[in-house]
T-cell receptor, first 113, second 111 residues
């Protein structure tokens, strides 16, 4: 059974650029949640998609956006990158929106220079 | 007050000892509680789920939930160096369909 696939694993971008990250959840899981993890702030909730609809959004600026496709794959986009956006971005897959726990992908390590 | 708090680390225990990790949460309507283990440079992995008051045991791990006091704990018996990791407490809030994570507690098991 395939796990949660995140691509790319590593990214280096310069300030002002934009970036798109991808996540393919476990087959049969319709919920995809995105988290940002930094040493100082821990795991911060970005947003959750379920059946192609954004169901929840965390306290992040509008530069952070996402979407989900009909095959449950999800993308998140960050525009006008800032140095503070450097973090590990984690995708979490679940069948029931996290009520019984998540399976995380390996993450995308984004470095903004 | 943060929604999910954990005892500050790092926590160091000798090999073979019991490691005790604690977590408190602020929202009484929270329904599901989880412990994730995260090794350095890796993503979090779900190791325990608990939904009702009391203890739940899985091998060397025991999760304890007390909803009246709003705390959940994780005990690791016979700690091994391979248990050295950051342990994240997470709470699922039914009212918001959202999972909130605590800041994590770093555990180091000394051989």
């Amino acid at each position: 059974k395939a796990g949660v696939t995140q691509t790319p694993r590593y990214l280096i971008k310069t300030r002002g650029q934009q970036v798109t990250l991808s996540c393919s959840p476990i087959s049969g899981h319709r919920s995809v949640s995105w988290y940002q993890q930094t040493p100082g702030q821990g795991l911060q909730f970005l947003f959750e998609y379920f059946s192609e609809t954004q169901r929840n959004k965390g306290n992040f600026p509008g530069r952070f956006s996402g979407r989900q496709f009909s095959n449950s794959r999800s993308e998140m986009n960050v525009s006008t990158l800032e140095l503070g956006d450097s973090a590990l971005y984690l995708c979490a897959s679940s069948r029931d929106r996290g009520a019984n726990g998540y399976t995380f992908g390996s993450g995308t390590r984004l470095t903004v220079v | 007050q943060k929604e999910v708090e954990q005892n500050s680390g790092p926590l160091s225990v000798p090999e073979g000892a019991i490691a005790s990790l604690n977590c408190t949460y602020s929202d009484r309507v929270s329904q599901s509680f989880f412990w994730y283990r995260q090794y350095s440079g890796k993503s979090p992995e779900l190791i325990m789920s608990i939904y009702s008051n009391g203890d739940k045991e899985d091998g060397r791990f025991t999760a304890q939930l007390n909803k009246a006091s709003q705390y959940v704990s994780l005990l690791i018996r016979d700690s091994q160096p391979s248990d050295s990791a950051t342990y994240l407490c997470a709470v699922y809030k039914t009212s918001y369909d959202k999972v909130i994570f605590g800041p994590g507690t770093s555990l180091s098991v000394i051989p």
